[in-house]
């Protein structure tokens, strides 16, 4: 089966600091996609940064960065610098191109930004 | 270029009531999808179409039927309102199979 896992559901930063979100998945799939995406208050989704699997090299996107670990299914999210419109909900989700919706997500994070 | 776009952001219904979700995407993307977000519960895949003509019950699809008769087109049609469906549902799309996902601005439903 094809899992995705956000295990903090909550996570706080101050402003200007750095904070990192995890993220865990589970597939049997050799390609696939993962991204995460941000959801503020004003519930629009929002794509934040892209990693496809077959690349070694981790994602980066101004402040926001990955660790992508493939062998350990792993991949974290860092916000370097942080703002307080970072404020939002964050997930996880990968896109394996499975036959039966392809889109698994993570429960999701919650990150407040703190002055 | 709008993207994808959902009718209505907000909706009260009484039980029994139906109603229908509209989504409209401008991108020519095969794939769509609907998906409910309960609190603390992530997304949960309600129903999904790989094209025209195309449509596959996803994880939760009780209560709910969906037609594709167009590529733009993926309305939701909710039948019997119950308590259970209150959530709000977002429309999603994407251009191939492992691509981005694009998104609605969802749709806040509230059954009583």
């Known amino acids: 089966a094809q899992t995705v896992t956000q295990s903090q559901p909550e996570m706080s930063v101050q402003e200007a600091e750095t904070v990192t979100l995890s993220c865990t998945y589970d597939?049997?799939?050799?390609?696939?996609?993962l991204f995460w995406y941000k959801q503020p208050p004003s519930r629009q989704m929002i794509l934040v940064i892209r990693?496809?699997?077959?690349?070694?090299q981790n994602a980066t996107e101004n402040r926001f960065s990955v660790n992508f670990q493939k062998a350990a299914k792993s991949f974290s999210l860092k916000i370097s610098d942080s703002q307080l419109g970072d404020t939002a909900m964050y997930f996880c989700?990968?896109?394996?191109?499975?036959?039966?919706?392809?889109?698994?997500f993570g429960k999701g994070t919650k990150l407040s930004v703190k002055p | 270029n709008a993207g994808v776009t959902q009718t209505p952001k907000f909706r009260i219904l009484k039980i029994g009531q139906s109603m229908t979700l509209q989504c409209t995407q401008d991108?020519?993307?095969?794939?769509m999808y609907w998906y409910r977000q309960d609190p603390g519960m992530g997304l949960k895949l309600i129903y999904y179409?790989?094209?025209?003509?195309?449509?596959d019950k996803g994880e939760v699809p009780n209560g709910y039927n969906v037609s594709r008769s167009t590529t733009e087109d993926f309305p939701l049609r909710l039948e019997l309102a119950a308590p259970s469906q209150t959530s709000v549902y977002f429309c999603?799309?994407?251009?191939?199979?492992?691509?981005?996902?694009?998104f609605g601005q969802g749709t806040r439903l509230t059954v009583v």
């Open positions: 999603a799309s994407s251009y191939v199979q492992l691509g981005e996902a694009f």
């Open positions: 597939t049997s799939e050799s390609n696939y996609y």
């Open positions: 991108m020519n993307h095969n794939y």
């Open positions: 989700f990968m896109n394996y191109g499975g036959s039966q919706g392809n889109l698994i």
């Open positions: 990693q496809e699997a077959y690349k070694q």
């Open positions: 179409s790989v094209g025209a003509g195309i449509t």
